[in-house]
Each structure stands twice: as structure tokens, then as C-alpha cells.
């Protein structure tokens, strides 16, 4: 019963990363680069005496404005009655749900009268034969003392 097993297993084998070499690097030589043109050097002096040196710098002109074509008047007016049609007909549809959920609550407001209402009446029907003072009319005596069924 208690025989050894044996298990067969592979060969281990133990894969060495190989190092990568770096590439040789070399600093790309920096050639100064002349303008085509020297630019003119200002001098400016301050009201306080002291004179600021630099170049003149032409003012950035801003891109032209390209001309908008114009809209048609017909166009502004679709536009228009189509967002107010839009605009009445999500009044009326807030309109509509709106008497929808007033009527609901009318109606809820009815049943809640006509429960309290009833409840009202169970009590004073349940109250009234407790005591002597009501209109109580037992029927089964009622029925006998008319016939002259009573000893």
C-alpha cells in the first residue's frame, strides 16, 4: 500500500540573460547658425538716464479676419419658429402632465374623504348601540311582540 512513486521530472536547465552593449554615443557638434540679415540694435534712453540696448522688434500682425458670409433672413426666421415651436410644445407637454397629476391627486384627495368619511360613519353606527339612549330596534323582539308570541 505504501509504495514509493516515483516522479519523473525534466532536466533543469538555467537560461544566462546575454548584457547588451550600449551604443557608442556621440555629441552631435554644435554649428552656430548666422541670420541672414543683422538686425538693427536701439538704444533707448530712460527719463532716468539710464539707456536700455536691444533690437528692434517688428510689432506680430494679427492674421486677417476672413469675412463671414451673411445669413438670409429666411434662414434666421426657420431658426427661429423652429425653437419656439419647440418651446411650445414642451409647455404643453409639461402643461398636459401636469393636469395628469393634478387629477390624480384630486382623486386621491376624494378617496382619502370618502374613507375618513366612512370611518366616521362605522363609529357612530358601532358607538350608537352601546348605549341605551339610540335608535336601536331589535327585530327578532319587534316580531314577536307584534304576533303575541311572548309568555
Not at 536701439?42 to 538716464?49: E, I, M, Q
Not at 374623504?113 to 336601536?136: D, K, N, P, R
Amino acid at each position: 500500500m505504501n509504495e514509493p512513486t516515483t516522479h519523473h521530472t525534466a532536466p533543469l536547465v538555467v537560461h544566462h540573460p546575454t548584457p547588451i552593449t550600449p551604443a557608442a554615443v556621440t555629441a552631435a557638434p554644435v554649428v552656430p547658425v548666422q541670420p541672414g540679415t543683422i538686425p538693427a540694435v536701439a538704444s533707448v534712453v530712460l527719463p532716468d538716464g539710464r539707456v536700455v540696448t536691444g533690437y528692434a522688434v517688428a510689432p506680430a500682425q494679427p492674421e486677417p479676419v476672413t469675412a463671414k458670409p451673411a445669413v438670409s433672413r429666411t434662414a434666421v426666421n426657420v431658426a427661429l419658429g423652429g425653437v419656439g415651436f419647440l418651446a411650445v410644445c414642451g409647455g404643453l407637454l409639461l402643461l398636459t402632465s401636469f393636469i395628469a397629476a393634478l387629477t390624480a391627486f384630486i382623486g386621491q384627495l376624494i378617496i382619502l374623504a370618502a374613507v375618513i368619511f366612512g370611518g366616521w360613519i362605522a363609529v357612530q353606527v358601532l358607538t350608537a348601540s352601546g348605549h341605551q339612549g339610540g335608535t336601536t330596534v331589535n327585530i327578532r323582539k319587534a316580531v314577536i311582540k307584534r304576533n303575541n308570541f311572548y309568555g
